[in-house]
């Protein structure tokens, strides 16, 4: 074969390639990332001085009760509505000078964690280093991923890179390590549990998921209170925390584009707070029965586009039918969208629109601008669950089984 005499020296070194464990990456690729994990801490670094309401209403006061009893001490009163793992990070930052830069770092750094499993997914799912590169990228970039960190020092980027974790395992064939992925997030955030429609639809399906692994949900859950317990916190506290956390959420709706913004029980009204609440939670379950039941009935082959959709759809039928959510809680569905459309690019207009759409409802908290009514909002999360459903049903349809093969 002849050699290309065209080639610069700077191109040859560019191309050249090194692996790293089982990818070869070319030196273009490491030299993007670098550039890429710079930057975005950079851009993150200089939101840290912004105080949210969040921080100065709650975190901060919290900050300074763990500081009046000291960080070990603490870990075992009931100083705020987190769990214990949350109140970890918080007693480290609270031996720190500032407080806030170190919250939000703890964020920061789960947030460059997302980005390497996300990374390792794509990677699972399409076996291209170049898509894998642009996941990584997409979630270091995300507004919601930055707005949510490092200017709302909120941590929600830490369950949710849990159950991407989880994923991994899944897709992998590890139901026991997707579990116990799954129960050190619920240990983080009750949010946890919005994936696990899917997980038991995938069970139903006899893919990787082993039902009696659920188990290591609540075990991962005690084992990661046992500091806060040996601290003397009381295991009435720890364990029935997201219990009493439901009772401080009446509305339907905490500034979430969901259904209840139509009959307007939100943070700033609600009518029939208790009785509609209790309705939606019955539709919710009806629902993703209905989901779970047409998944039985078909007979179809899946594969990781069609698996991923339908992890998509679930989350966002909770979402938007299961009362008191708050604007934060589409966080997860803003990371799974990214592969989604990663997977698919034609879908990349619908990853955008719950992008912005997120960005959107952050605003009344963050800045106290309604750029548009709820209930407007609403209508175009509708939209979205409606384009992602008919997607699923396209790629079941084209999934399914031939019957004499499927009798086979």
């Known amino acids: ?9 700077v191109d040859r070194f560019l191309n050249a390639e090194l692996a790293v464990g089982k990818i070869n990456f070319r030196k273009v690729d490491i030299l993007f990332i670098a550039v890429l994990w710079i930057f975005a801490f950079l851009m993150r670094y200089s939101l840290f001085p912004i105080k949210s309401a969040d921080y100065t209403g709650f975190l901060e006061e919290w900050i300074e009760s763990i500081r009046m009893f000291g960080a070990w001490k603490s870990l075992g009163m009931e100083i705020s509505n987190y769990t214990s793992p949350y109140m970890y990070i918080m007693s480290v930052a609270s031996l720190t000078e500032n407080p806030l830069y170190a919250l939000k770092y703890a964020s920061v750094v789960f947030d460059y964690f997302a980005s390497v499993v996300m990374f390792m997914l794509v990677y699972e799912l399409t076996g291209s280093r170049n898509k894998s590169v642009f996941g990584m990228a997409f979630v270091l970039l995300s507004p919601t991923v930055i707005l949510n960190g490092a200017y709302w020092c909120q941590c929600d980027i ?67 209170h046992i500091p806060a317990w040996i601290a003397g916190r009381s ?44 309705a939606g939670m019955f539709l919710t ?63 990349t207009v619908v990853t955008l629109t719950l992008t912005v759409l997120s960005v959107l409802i952050y605003m009344p908290y ?28 396209r790629q079941i349809r084209l999934a399914e089984i031939p019957e004499e093969a499927a009798a086979k």
């Open 1 to 9: 074969m002849k050699k290309n005499t065209d080639e610069r020296p």
């Open 158 to 224: 830490i369950y949710s890179s849990l159950v991407l974790l989880s994923l991994l395992f899944f897709f992998r064939g590890k139901s026991m390590k997707c579990f116990i992925a799954l129960g050190i997030a619920f240990s983080f955030k009750l949010q946890t549990l919005f994936i696990l429609p899917f997980y038991v639809i995938m069970w139903l399906k006899n893919r990787t998921v082993k039902i009696w692994h659920a188990v290591f949900i609540p075990v991962m859950y005690i084992i990661m």
């Open 235 to 278: 295991i009435k506290e720890w364990l029935f925390i997201y219990v009493m956390q439901s009772d401080y959420y009446p509305w339907g709706s905490l500034n979430y584009p969901n259904a209840y913004t139509f009959l307007d029980e939100t943070i700033y009204a609600g009518h029939h707070m208790n009785e509609v609440s209790g």
């Open 285 to 347: 379950l009806m629902l993703l029965g209905v989901v779970a039941y047409y998944f039985c009935c078909r007979k179809i082959k899946l594969n990781s586009e069609l698996m991923i959709t339908t992890a998509m759809f679930t989350l966002m039928v909770v979402l938007y039918v299961l009362p008191h959510m708050h604007e934060r809680y589409g966080f997860m569905i803003d990371i799974l969208s990214i592969v989604y459309c990663i997977l698919s690019p034609k879908k």
């Open 366 to 393: 963050l800045i106290a601008v309604d750029v548009f009514r709820m209930q407007s909002l609403a209508v175009v999360n509708l939209i979205c669950i409606a384009v992602v459903c008919y997607d699923l049903l």
